[in-house]
């Protein structure tokens, strides 16, 4: 077991413990705005001058912050300004991706670049402790190889599929086998990596991933859509993450399409469930596949092709490949319509490998909105994709730690 003294040292402790209020106020200021002059930082937070200099000189003596360069002055006989901003260095926080059949670990600091990324298989009637044990063996691992110092861990930030209980740090519904629900993962990571631990839900971490540092930068109102084996979506309203009473927001693969008697003769659905999550998904896809080739589609793809297969041939213009995906553009497309005039975002994510493989999905959606009754909230709506790509939940746990390090008490 790590043997550092979690209370032995400033960094491992949350923010609030080592700073006041005023230099936390600060902190996330130069934290959100920077590069940012120690003037700006005084109008914003309503100090004087002197304050915010006592300030943050004390942020730079804990290494917290750093000066950046001078911002250019539009007097040219104006004193240029010192520019502040974080020091990505002052800290490293863990980021946990645990999925049904392997984990991924990546040491993260403050400026969301992964410094070291690992992931490892195990079985999927894997209990707890036999995914975890190894888990905590490969962090330290990590700080080992790479020479980084555990006593400057902020956090750890760990993302899982399914319903977090954020009071406990277990998850409730989730598709992990028996012996998962209830668990006390935070606890158990608690007490092996002596650090504070977050859990939070994989699409809810994306989320915080893309608005902290991806394509959703800062971005006030957005919805995430996700897509794999699956469908999700993380929503921000003015500025902080929808997580719902019961931590269950965006769970829209549960929802149930109720489709004109056209779509119910489409090869993409074959009667035996109409849950968004399990048509829209790449088992699905997989399955549409053979369905297809049974139909007699001609078609390079096989029964067993798989998802990248499938992007291969929909970019050769393979007939079948690129029916399957206008099928499951259009669907997506009803989806995103029903989202935009739920929640009126002023951008709506696309994240995942289909999106930024295939342009022929994002116009599909975009033909399915050019449908759409009410036009007004399509009209200022912007359609991105994710530029995190597989990074994204790495990069979110990082996000998932910083949100909660700066909750002042």
């Known amino acids: 077991m790590y043997t550092g003294n979690r209370n032995g040292h400033p960094l491992i402790n949350r923010l609030k413990d080592i700073l006041n209020q005023n230099e936390l106020r600060a902190f996330r200021v130069i934290y959100e705005m920077g590069p940012i002059s120690r003037v700006k930082i005084t109008r914003i937070l309503k100090l004087t001058r002197a304050a915010v200099t006592g300030i943050t000189k004390r942020l730079e003596e804990v290494g917290l912050i750093m000066e950046v360069g001078k911002e250019a002055s539009s007097n040219r006989r104006g ?14 926080i863990v980021s946990i991706h645990i999925a049904l059949h392997y984990f ?36 330290r691992a990590l700080l080992k190889e ?3 110092d555990p006593n400057k861990i902020f956090g750890i930030g760990v993302a899982l599929p399914g319903i977090v209980n954020y009071e406990e740090g277990h998850l409730n519904e989730n598709p992990f086998p028996e012996g998962w629900q209830g668990f006390k993962i935070r ?7 002596e650090t504070t631990v977050f859990i939070e839900n994989d699409v809810k971490t ?9 394509t959703g930068y800062h971005v006030n109102n957005m919805i995430c859509l996700w897509l794999e084996d699956g469908i999700g979506v993380g929503l921000v309203h003015n500025g902080h993450l929808i997580r719902g009473t019961t931590s269950s927001a965006g769970e829209i693969g549960y929802s149930e399409f109720f489709v004109d008697l056209p779509f119910k003769k489409t090869i993409l659905m074959d009667g035996s469930s109409r849950r968004w999550g399990d048509i829209l ?12 080739i049974d139909q007699g589609w001609k078609t390079d793809l096989k029964k067993d092709s798989s998802i990248d297969d499938l992007i291969a041939s929909a970019l050769a213009k393979d007939p079948l490949a690129l029916y399957i995906l206008r099928l499951e553009g259009q669907f997506i497309g009803n989806i995103v319509m029903n989202l935009i005039y739920t929640f009126n975002p002023q951008v709506f994510l696309l994240v995942g490998l289909l999106f930024n493989k295939l342009p022929l999905l994002s116009e599909e959606i975009q033909k399915a909105l050019s449908q759409g009754l009410l036009q007004s909230p399509l009209e200022t709506l912007e359609m991105r994709t994710s530029n995190l790509g597989e990074n994204g939940i790495t990069v979110g746990g ?12």
């Open 79 to 92: 004193r240029k300004e010192i520019l502040l901003t974080v020091n990505p260095d002052a800290g490293l």
């Open 104 to 139: 991924t670990i990546g040491l993260v600091n403050f400026s969301g670049k992964i410094l070291t990324k690992k992931t490892m298989n195990y079985p999927s009637h894997s209990s707890p402790p036999e995914v975890l044990e190894p888990l905590v063996k490969t962090i």
């Open 146 to 148: 790479n020479n980084l």
């Open 187 to 193: 606890k158990y990571l608690e007490d092996q990596m």
């Open 206 to 214: 994306l989320t915080l991933g893309e608005y902290q540092f991806g």
């Open 281 to 292: 998904s790449f088992t699905n896809l997989q399955n549409t596949i053979r369905r297809g």
């Open 398 to 409: 990082a996000a998932l730690v910083l949100e909660h390090l700066f909750k002042a008490s």
